[in-house]
């Protein structure tokens, strides 16, 4: 649990929790910021690869899919699988912290919430 994202004015940052909190602000230091976030996960097991932007990842997936391949490894690098977009927080981290998560997040993809989308506590209610 030591990686996690926060969603904060519509951009996800992501901080380590093992770094101690500015004396100055109390906030730690952010790792990443980014308006959309992608994970590398290998589609058997459910292990994370690599997470953070978008671009870094998908780079970072068809470079270890050329090599696997070009090794004899076409099943390992056919297993690969990236997801990118604005996911839910909660699901991204769940990701981090629970291991082969990702297989079990992918599966329900279809029908996760847009991750920048906030609830709110009561519905609009038209005034009578």
């Not at 990686?3 to 093992?18: E, I, T, W």
Request: glycine content about 6%; proline content about 5%.
């Amino acid at each position: 649990m030591d990686m996690q994202y926060q969603l904060k004015s519509g951009s996800y940052y992501l901080y380590d929790m093992r770094d101690a909190p500015s004396a100055v602000t109390g906030e730690r230091r952010f790792k990443l910021k980014t308006d959309t976030v992608a994970i590398a996960f290998d589609a058997h097991t459910g292990e994370v690869h690599q997470h953070g932007s978008p671009t870094r990842i998908q780079s970072w997936a068809s470079n270890t899919r050329r090599r696997l391949r070009a090794a004899g490894a076409v099943e390992a690098a056919n297993d690969i699988v990236v997801v990118s977009g604005p996911l839910p927080v909660d699901e991204l981290n769940k990701c981090l912290w629970i291991n082969g998560y990702c297989r079990r997040m992918f599966k329900r993809l279809a029908s996760l919430p847009h991750g920048k989308l906030q609830r709110t506590a009561e519905p609009f209610r038209k005034a009578a």
